[in-house]
């Protein structure tokens, strides 16, 4: 059975996570984080496609990027992979592949979930128990989506321009958000959306990701069609 194509959009943003295989160590000392940002922005450069946040954990990663393109995601998550993966495999002297499989990914509907999914991917280190706040990740984008240390890597998103009518303001605004109390089923539709390979967004939002793409974004029913 071919495989289903990933929901993809210009200027759209995706949410993306990848894991290491047999959910094992993609990361082993501080320094295989700094190596894969390096190699990320250089990616997203070439790709094209702008990084509005991410995570590092021991064995998966997520981002949410906003692509130029239809095909900047898949070149940049192609190009991060196999540079990553050298670098481990000479630096550990190990072969094989690190990743599991390929990448999964879901179309963000920017004015309902966008905020949502930069949470959910910035609060990945609390939920995880690694930290009590997320500020005490060292590996993530909240750094600098909350407390604005440069970044060259970070670009954040139209709606994240809209918190507040100055730097601090923003700031401030997006440090408020992660205050709020958040319902898990709503995480779980990240999740859902994510492992899925379809769009995220409130009812009906997937109608024109679907007509954009030519294809439905949503999940397909589950059986088979009812006849007539």
């Given at each position: 059975m071919p495989r289903q194509p990933r929901p993809v959009a210009a200027d759209v943003p995706l949410h993306i996570t990848q894991r290491g295989n047999n959910r094992l160590r993609c990361f082993f000392e501080d320094d295989d984080y700094r190596v894969y940002l390096y190699l990320l922005r250089a990616a997203s450069l070439q790709a094209e496609c702008r990084i509005h946040a991410y995570v590092l954990m021991s064995n998966h990663v997520h981002l949410l990027v906003s692509p130029k393109d239809e095909l900047g995601p898949a070149l940049m998550m192609k190009s991060l992979g196999q540079r990553y993966v050298q670098y481990v495999n000479r630096r550990y002297a190990r072969t094989g592949t690190l990743w599991e499989g390929r990448y999964h990914s879901c179309l963000v509907h920017s004015e309902t979930y966008l905020m949502v999914c930069q949470r959910y991917i910035e609060l990945n280190p609390v939920r995880a128990g690694?930290?009590?706040?997320?500020?005490?990740?060292?590996?993530s984008s909240y750094h600098h989506n909350a407390h604005g240390p440069s970044s060259k890597l970070v670009v954040q998103h139209e709606l994240y321009g809209r918190l507040g009518q100055d730097t601090a303001s923003r700031q401030s605004a997006y440090r408020a958000l992660f205050d709020e109390l958040i319902d898990p089923e709503i995480f779980r539709r990240v999740r859902k959306a994510t492992r899925g390979n379809t769009a995220l967004g409130a009812f009906g939002s997937e109608q024109p990701y679907s007509l954009l793409m030519g294809r439905l974004?949503?999940?397909?029913?589950?059986?088979?069609?009812?006849?007539?």
């Open positions: 690694l930290v009590a706040a997320p500020a005490l990740y060292a590996w974004a949503a999940p397909n029913p589950v059986g088979r069609p009812r006849k007539g």
